[in-house]
């Protein structure tokens, strides 16, 4: 069996495996898409696949929507060419689910693969004419969230950005330059009006997509590129819309495990792929069942009926008040917190860290303790409820096959939020954070782990950030078995708002944090002594 339309016509061996096909014709829906687009979406990995995707494949089931999604990529060509292209597009969706069973579904809701380069001129003229087409109801988004950065620690422009800045919108590499480029084009096509949803893990995630591309905007325009009206034009509401949202869904990378079961049941050709940006990716995707995604409903050229398919269509303080709930509570600083102290104890899959009890205990600390006694309640969603299926639930799930290391990913780039909220709702509350323990022990368990030594001292591989450069360099001198060797490093560092929202010694737990780094450095077994120390004795 071929993931292809071809191959997907023979129904029968693809029903006796066990996997759901589409009930209407993919060939047929891509086709009617291309002439007149309604949605677009940039950042085609595998989360947007599975999730995003699986939305629009209910409502085309459902008979809710006629068309599919145009599928955009900034950063990693190779992902169009050798995922998207070779299968017609086309995902096949594995559920696991924590008792073990597994539901797979090829989804056909994906309907073009558009490459975003300004030096590919074909893709480029595609992707201006889907920008110009006045039918264009949203552009959604899952970049992660460092695509939405124009600058670095010191407040510099990236390279890319400064180049973004001073070619002008044709000649675009970055995400919100090729983004406010393809806005520009609308704005001369006509102006039509425009929904941008930012779909990543980011707080008041669509605030941040507007300023991004505004800035790029108010930066052509004040080099000459663009007329004074352009952005004017995005900043009209009642035109384009930047609705905030709330998304969740643990979506590890494609699992081995996976991959042998399809196989077993004769889907060929479904090996991954790693590109030479490191993307890890296949031609099916596998997720948790449980999933959420709330937006704020304001889309000024209409939307499809997105709630047919479970989202939360709300206002947006409810949005806001939901995001804040999972990013800086019940679920992302929980995931932050343990993953370092995952790679440091040899935990390579995350299911298995929940099972050591100093773990699950930093987990309920951050999560019960310190988080929800400061958190908002959303309303529609209960953050007692949501953090009891993350703790007992969804973070157990040994199917998932979710990996810390993967988690550990530019954990530079979500420090502010997942732990700088609570800090600073402390600090509002109280005058300042001194009550916290366990997020300043998971500070401390990252800037540890920088060191790329575990806790028996052993060399040890470090995620994927941004800032690593920036952070060994702060951490000069600091030694593993040598405490004494961590003098004034970490000034820099924990006073740095950018990194954390706030000063995290005017907040007060700045030499708390010294204090346990400085534990977890004594030798081998000090990451789980130093645990033990904070967890149980500390509190005690």
């Known amino acids: 069996m071929k993931l292809t339309y071809e191959g997907l016509k023979d129904r029968a061996s693809w029903e006796a495996a066990g996997i759901v096909l589409p009930d209407y ?30 939305i629009a494949d209910k409502l085309i089931r459902k008979g809710l929507m006629d068309k599919g999604i145009i599928c955009a990529e900034t950063f990693d060509y190779e992902v169009a060419d050798k995922i998207y292209q070779p299968y017609d597009n086309l995902v096949l969706a594995v559920t696991l689910h924590e008792d073990g069973r597994t539901d797979k579904q090829v989804l056909g809701s994906l309907s073009e693969a558009v490459k975003a380069d300004s030096q590919n001129a ?50 675009c590499v970055g ?26 893990n980011v707080s008041q995630n669509g605030k941040k997509l507007r300023d991004s591309v505004l800035e790029m905007a108010e930066a052509w325009k004040d080099a000459g590129f663009v007329p004074e009206d352009f952005p004017a034009y995005l900043k009209d509401e009642k ?27 004769g889907v060929e050709d479904m090996s991954a792929v790693v590109t030479q940006k490191h993307t890890y990716i296949a031609p099916y995707a596998n997720a948790e069942g449980p999933q959420y995604l709330v937006i704020e409903d304001t889309f000024p050229n209409g939307r499809p009926p997105l709630e047919e398919a479970g989202v939360y269509m709300t206002d947006r303080e409810t949005v806001n008040k ?10 992302n600083p929980i995931h932050t917190a343990l993953c370092v102290y995952d790679c440091m104890l040899g935990y390579e899959y995350f299911a298995d860290g929940m099972k050591d009890e100093d773990i699950a205990e930093l987990a309920r600390q951050v999560g019960y303790c310190e988080g929800l006694p400061v958190v908002p309640d959303p309303g529609i969603l209960s953050p007692e409820a949501f953090l009891d299926e993350v703790i007992n639930v969804r973070f157990p799930n040994p199917y998932l096959g979710d990996t810390s290391a993967r988690i550990a990913t530019d954990i530079s780039q979500m420090t502010a939020i997942r732990f700088g909220e609570t800090i600073k709702a402390y600090i509002a509350r109280d005058g300042d954070a001194k009550k916290l323990v366990a997020i300043p022990l998971a500070i401390a368990g990252w800037i540890r782990y920088l060191l790329s030594m575990d806790d028996e ?3 040890m591989e470090l995620s994927p950030d941004p800032m690593i450069p920036y952070m060994k360099e ?27 929202g706030t000063d995290l010694y005017r907040a007060g737990i700045g030499e708390l944090i010294e ?24 509190r005690a």
């Not at 047929?28 to 999730?51: C, D, M, Q, Y």
């Not at 006045?134 to 010191?154: C, H, Q, W």
């Not at 702060?474 to 560092?493: H, N, R």
Request: aromatic share 10%.
């Open 25 to 54: 014709d993919p060939a047929e829906l891509s086709e009617r898409t291309k002439k007149a687009p309604v949605w677009v979406h940039f950042g085609i990995g595998n989360i947007f696949r599975i999730f995003i995707g699986g």
């Open 122 to 171: 074909e893709e480029w003229q595609r992707l201006k004419s889907i920008f110009t087409d006045p039918g264009l109801m949203m552009v959604s988004f899952t970049i992660t969230e460092k695509g939405y950065a124009l600058r670095n620690p010191d407040e510099q422009y990236f390279g890319f950005v400064s180049s973004d800045i001073a070619k002008g919108p044709d000649q």
């Open 175 to 200: 995400a919100m330059g090729v983004v406010a480029s393809m806005l520009y084009e609308r704005y001369k096509a006509g102006g039509a009006p425009l929904a941008l949803v930012s779909m990543d």
């Open 239 to 265: 035109r384009i819309a930047f609705p905030w949202t709330m998304i969740d869904k643990i979506t590890p990378r494609p699992g081995d495990d996976v991959f042998r079961d399809l196989e077993a049941l």
């Open 322 to 331: 939901s995001e804040r709930m999972k990013v800086t509570v019940c679920l």
């Open 457 to 459: 001292g052993q060399p």
């Open 474 to 500: 702060q951490l000069q001198g600091i030694s593993f078995g040598q405490p004494e060797s961590l003098k004034d490093q970490l000034k820099g560092v924990l006073s740095n708002e950018t990194l954390f």
């Open 515 to 538: 204090e346990m780094v400085r534990s977890e450095l004594s030798g081998k077994g000090a990451v789980r002594a130093t645990m033990k120390k904070y967890l149980y004795l500390f």
